[in-house]
């Protein structure tokens, strides 16, 4: 008896689900013929009262039957989802070739500064750094410019309003002033605070100067700062690593030649030129046929600094220069617009 029940109960639900169409076929269907108040969970639930030997049997049937349909009920599905979906349009064909996936690579800057890094680190010169964001202190009044020195002027200088400096910094007091550094010298006082000469380092690293843009001049630009502090550093000592270094930047032997300038940091300063790497010192457009070339600024770390930086006055001799990354970058690679370098513009970046 309540085996042909289970049977007819699987016969119909076969048959059933056929017609199935829709979602809403599918929840009914399982309502249904699974369901909690389904007529086969209704079995299932009185096989207690039956004879251990009828349990058995009717057992297994009704689970049997109850797994067809639930495997009825999955087919149903799958096919039903299956029907939505537009294989012809989804169609992979995966013998098509790629595209290509461009590989990127260093920035010129990048490359350059690298280049410059490993000349130096090869001479036994460490790398430093320091901040961006810098003190007045720091920028100005350590490297021994004065007070009312126009570089400090609105015109150079990008302040910062004390309302964004961080509240958390060490600096409360409001008289100390906070800014874009306009150069990378800053670094030598903070990099001589914590260490005790002889030393050699280089300072690669950005800075700042409020001032208009041309084919020359970019108001973000990056600097490479050299300081040699030790007993009996001199002039040629200058000379000679700045002429090692020239040479081997641009593969080929340069000279250097000196012109005295003021810089508030150094003492004797000087501008330094090299001999045009376009025509060896002949003279070409390029060093407006002067056969040289305009580097940097450099000169003898004026004990000012020293002091500033707590090392005792005639104690150490010394050397600084400093020279703009894009500049020898341009030379190098004869660019002859510096809003290129920073411009963003794949065309010009992929070139190098
Ligand atoms: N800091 C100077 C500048 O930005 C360059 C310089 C560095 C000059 C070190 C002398 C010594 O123009």
């Not at 349990?55 to 109850?66: H, Q, T």
């Not at 096919?79 to 290509?100: C, H, Q, W, Y």
């Not at 973000?220 to 000592?237: I, K, M, P, R, S």
């Amino acid at each position: 008896m309540l085996e042909q029940k289970i049977l007819g109960i699987k016969t119909e639900a076969l048959e059933r689900i056929r017609s199935v169409k829709d979602d809403a076929g599918l929840f009914e269907f399982e309502k249904k013929y699974l369901g909690r108040k389904s007529e086969l969970t209704g079995i299932l639930k009185g096989l207690k009262d039956l004879s251990q030997e009828d349990r058995k049997k009717i057992g297994e049937l009704a689970n049997a039957v109850k797994m067809e349909i639930s495997e009825a009920l999955e087919g149903k599905k799958r096919e039903l989802k299956n029907a939505g979906f537009d294989f012809e349009s989804e169609r992979i064909d995966v013998t098509i070739p790629s595209k290509a996936n461009g590989y990127g690579h260093p920035h010129i800057l990048s490359i350059v500064q690298r280049e410059i890094e490993d000349i130096f680190t090869a001479m036994g010169f460490e790398i430093a750094d320091g901040p961006e964001i810098e003190q007045e202190f720091y920028n100005f009044d350590a490297l021994n410019v004065a007070k009312d020195h126009p570089a400090r002027d609105m015109q150079d200088t990008f302040w910062l309003k004390p309302e964004i400096q961080n509240p958390k910094s060490k600096i409360q007091n409001k008289s100390e002033n906070i800014l874009l550094r306009t150069h990378t010298s800053p670094v030598q006082v903070r990099y001589m605070e914590k260490h005790k000469p002889p030393f050699k380092i280089i300072v690669p690293g950005r800075a700042f100067r409020n001032e208009a843009t041309d084919a020359t001049h970019e108001h973000t630009l990056h600097q490479f700062e050299a300081l040699v502090v030790g007993d009996g550093v001199n002039v040629g000592n200058f000379k000679y690593i700045a002429e090692t270094f020239f040479t081997k930047f641009f593969g080929k032997k340069l000279e250097i030649r000196l012109r005295p300038s003021y810089f508030p940091f150094v003492e004797p300063g000087f501008e330094f030129d090299i001999s045009c790497t376009v025509c060896g010192g002949r003279g070409c457009p390029s060093c407006k046929h002067t056969g040289w070339l305009e580097v940097g600024g450099a000169g003898m770390v004026n004990q000012n600094v020293f002091v500033s930086a707590g090392y005792k006055r005639n104690a150490y001799q010394g050397f600084a220069w400093g020279f703009g990354l894009e500049r020898l970058a341009m030379m190098k690679y004869k660019i002859d617009d510096i809003r290129l370098i920073e411009s963003g513009d794949l065309r010009f970046i992929r070139q190098f």
